[in-house]
């Protein structure tokens, strides 16, 4: 148990923080001369859909885990950290071929519908149609385990990305000069994998 709160804390901070999950509210919040109120009410809306989409998505992982509850000890010590390794390396080649395969909308298309109504719909279901994936390989091994557990990695994912992404962006908004943002959008693939992997090796060696 302590392995998936360990890990499923770890990648839900990891992707509150990562610019493609916050900068672009900011950016488009300042386009539109939105208020610190409004940029934030749009911010939680949308990352409420995205975060709703991939516990949906988890709770389904997380029947695939039940089913394998019987073969949990190997589960936990084989195939959840071959999963995470897998993913590891996806995004580190993902960075190598320098693609940005993690980007949840472009902010300059969004900035298109110009009515407060229309962006905040566009956002939120381009957030929703993008789960994230990482924290999938959890709720599967949370879901061998026990549905408690499920809702404890569900519980964690939704809290910590939803107040890491309002912080991130009030922050944003009173100007973070301190933090090169774009340096974390150009090498959030790699920041992503490098996690991935040592969650991977953290699970080889300390079981679930």
Known sequence: MDTIVIGSLTLSLLHALIPSHWLPFV???????WSLRQTLTVTAIAGLAHTVSTTLLGVLVSLAGWQLA????DLSERAIPLLLLALGLWYL???LRHRHVHDHFDAGAARKARSFSA???SLGLAMFLSPCLEIETYFLSAGAKSWSAV????LIYNVITLSGMLLMVTLGRRGLQRVNPHWFEHNENLITGLTLVGLAVFNFFIEF
Request: charged residues 15%; glycine residues 4%; aromatic residues 4%.
């Open 27 to 33: 950016t488009i919040g300042q386009t539109e001369r």
């Open 70 to 73: 019987e073969n949990y000890h």
């Open 93 to 95: 080649m993902q960075h």
């Open 119 to 121: 962006l905040l719909l």
């Open 151 to 154: 809702l404890l990695v569900a």
